[in-house]
């Protein structure tokens, strides 16, 4: 059940954009965008600049290996509004559709290399069981990711646990898939700021 509260309370400026938005886009303005504009002093300003640096900020990985992990991280955690969105987007990212299904369906079998496939696993592994082990960073580093690899992905794993769940909370409505294509774009655009 959706709860309404991400459609009341905002400021005029903040209607003002989301207008804007609707009429730009033309489509309705996603619920992750209305959560972050809800309450900015208390979430949203500071989950906008930690997403925007885990997805946008200096990294080895590309953008669509962050955008990847997120729909990853969003699939382990079976939120399907995080899963559309950040799937349309590494998509657009990697301009490579198939690749991304690929590794939605079966991260073993998938035509990725191995430190992106190691990582992934180790993503999915802290998703799900909320832990890793020296072990687990051990067989990362040895599929050749980087100590500052490991950093940059595990920024991206919070960042999408932390949305997942309130997706999941706030019961964002699932977009269609134009309007996760416009989001998609928007987001390689500007960001997650």
């Not at 962050?66 to 301009?95: D, I, P, W």
């Not at 069981?129 to 690899?149: F, I, T």
Request: proline content about 5%; some cysteine; glycine content about 8%.
């Amino acid at each position: 059940m959706r709860l309404d509260v991400l459609n009341h309370g905002y400021g005029p400026g903040t209607k003002v954009l989301f207008a804007l938005i609707r009429l730009f886009s033309r489509h309705p303005v996603p619920d992750a965008a209305k959560l972050v504009f809800y309450r900015p002093g208390f979430y949203g300003a500071r989950a906008k600049e930690f997403t925007h640096e885990a997805m946008r900020g200096p990294s080895s990985w590309s953008v669509g290996d962050r955008e990847l992990m997120a729909a990853y991280v969003s699939k382990v955690n079976e939120s399907a509004f995080c899963v559309g969105a950040h799937t349309a987007t590494a998509r657009q990212a990697y301009q490579d559709g198939p690749r991304v299904a690929a590794v939605l369906a079966d991260l073993s079998s998938a035509p990725i290399a191995e430190p992106l496939r190691a990582t992934l696993r180790m993503l999915g592994k802290l998703t799900r069981e909320g832990e890793v082990g020296a072990e687990d960073m051990r067989e990362v580093l040895a599929a050749g990711v980087s100590s500052q690899q490991v950093k940059d992905a595990l920024a991206v794993c919070v960042a999408f646990n932390t949305t997942d769940r309130l997706a999941d909370v706030f019961g964002f409505e699932l977009l269609s898939p134009e309007g996760f294509e416009a989001g998609a774009k928007y987001l390689l655009k500007r960001g997650y700021r």
